[in-house]
């Protein structure tokens, strides 16, 4: 929140051919990119993004470019509209429709390999526990300032791994550049809101309201 700021020029990375929006993005796709490297997905195998916000929407496209089934929850039926136009992910799920029916419905009964919980809600990285196949794996992206539980029988029984991510690594932001100079990854068309430094103050407040339709606002100087 500031217009300048000190980095040592060993930290920056260059791109000849990337736009200044391009650039700004990478950081936010990067959180993503490095939740899939971890989850270790594989051209094959069905993933799940819980959550449609900037974060989520890096993660599914890492997801597609590994070659995987990639399935979509949120409760806004926008957003996951959004997600299939945009980003081609396989199938969407509204969370307040009974989603484990469509689901189960979606996977004939196995659930997806690797669930990446990405909507910063403890109760919905409880809930994530019970949507991963047996013998799959759950990546919280997502985190929070609380306590998380879950039970433990139905963790065994399903050989779960659990991993945690968070950030990203200068690989995974050389491999976000990478992607986009290539045409691979879309950072641009979420980007729904702009605003000129000075007006961030007044304009803030409303980008936290979902009925605004923000996705991602970017600050211009």
Not at 117 to 142: E, W
Not at 163 to 175: G, P, V, W
Request: proline share 3%.
């Amino acid at each position: 929140m500031r217009e300048y700021m000190r980095v040592p020029v060993d930290h920056l990375i260059k791109s000849e051919k990337l736009s200044l929006d391009q650039m700004a993005m990478v950081e936010c796709l990067g959180i993503g990119a490095h939740a899939v490297r971890r989850s270790q997905l594989v051209e094959g195998e069905v993933a799940m993004i819980i959550g449609a916000g900037p974060i989520g929407m890096g993660i599914m496209q890492f997801a597609k470019k590994t070659g995987a089934k990639v399935i979509v929850m949120d409760i806004l039926e926008d957003r996951l509209k959004f997600c299939r136009d945009h980003f081609k992910v396989d199938d969407i799920i509204n969370a307040q429709r009974d989603p484990l029916k469509e689901l189960e419905s979606i996977t004939n009964g196995d659930y997806p390999h690797v669930v990446f919980d990405a909507p910063g809600n403890a109760k919905s990285m409880m809930k994530a526990f019970n949507l991963v196949a047996h013998g799959g794996r759950l990546v919280l992206v997502s985190l929070v300032q609380e306590k998380i539980t879950f039970y433990d029988p139905d963790f065994h029984r399903r050989e779960l791994t659990l991993m945690s991510s968070r950030n990203a690594t200068r690989d995974d932001l050389e491999y976000v550049i990478h992607s986009l100079e290539q045409g691979k990854v879309d950072a641009t068309s979420f980007i729904t809101h702009r605003v000129n430094f000075d007006k961030v103050i007044s304009q803030f407040e409303s980008w936290l309201k979902p009925e605004t339709g923000v996705i991602k606002a970017m600050i211009e100087l």
